[in-house]
């Protein structure tokens, strides 16, 4: 385990560093035109590319490095914030370099989740597997209760300068933490030639995989429909409590976090279990 509690780490630490970035951003957009279409659509645009990309990630996370994978996307995404830094600091950022920088993260998470989820297989022992997610839900739980209050102290006594470079910090050294561990890679299949036909034929099969087995696809459409009717919801409500309070970043960041508060209690039964 200590090879996934390294990268464990290191990922949470990035996960707070976006965390943080995304409230502020969401106080910026809506201080900027007060529009829920606004939310909305970057929030879209940070969903959309996932349900594209998701299918072909996962045939290059069986073939590339899943290390190379992890690092690459962790270094795009600082770059992303580097960009937001110094669109902020020479007052240049635009709405639309929100969505435009949304639009990169998410193809780039895209990549590295499927690396991450397959890590871990490769890593944990199968005796430890549920142990090694609750690790996972509880990190991204926490994350989601303390980042609105860490976001909040930030604006209010630093600006968002400090939200951004933080953000870069926490990028840097999820990166290095990555060049400590060795993720091992899956033996690859000998019909694995690497030409454009059978990456299409690998995700033939993937779907057909999902397809041919009840269960796995009656977990699928679950899963589906639970997020799209979920997200409905979450693009109504941080607009809905910053009209109804005053752009209250407070008392969004208490509503955020009293949500996160069931995860955690679930992630950490799970772990325990």
Not at 45 to 66: K, N, Q
Not at 170 to 176: D, E, G, N, P, S
Not at 193 to 206: A, L, M, P
Request: net charge positive.
């Amino acid at each position: 385990m200590l090879s996934y509690f390294i990268l464990w780490i290191g990922q949470l630490i990035s996960m707070v560093g976006t965390s943080t970035t995304s409230f502020a951003l969401t106080i910026w957009a809506w201080q900027e035109t007060g529009q829920a279409t606004t939310l909305a659509l970057a929030g879209f645009l940070s969903f959309f590319p996932v349900v594209i990309v998701s299918p072909f990630a996962g045939v290059f996370a069986d073939r590339w490095s899943r290390k190379t994978i992890l690092i690459v996307a962790d270094s795009v995404a600082g770059m992303a914030s580097v960009t937001l830094l110094l669109l902020y600091t020479s007052g240049t950022l635009a709405i639309w370099h929100i969505y435009v920088l949304s639009f990169i993260s998410s193809v780039v998470g895209s990549f590295q989740y499927p690396a991450m989820a397959a890590s871990v297989r490769m890593l944990v022992p199968e005796k430890h597997r549920s142990r090694a997610n609750g690790m996972r839900s509880v990190a991204r739980s926490a994350i989601q209760i303390g980042t609105p209050v860490i976001a909040g102290i930030l604006l209010a006594s630093t600006g968002y300068e400090t939200v951004f470079i933080i953000d870069i910090v926490t990028f840097c050294v999820a990166v290095l933490t990555l060049t400590f561990i060795k993720i091992p890679q899956p033996k690859r299949s000998k019909s694995v030639d690497g030409d454009s036909s059978s990456i299409w034929k690998e995700v033939v099969e993937g779907l057909q995989y999902i397809f041919k087995r009840r269960s796995l696809l009656s977990l699928t459409v679950v899963g589906t429909l639970l997020n799209f009717l979920g997200m409905i919801g979450l693009v109504v409500l941080e607009p809905m409590i910053l009209a109804r309070t005053n752009g209250s970043q407070v008392i969004l960041g208490t509503v955020l976090s009293a949500l996160a508060s069931g995860g955690i209690v679930g992630g950490l039964i799970i772990s325990v279990w």
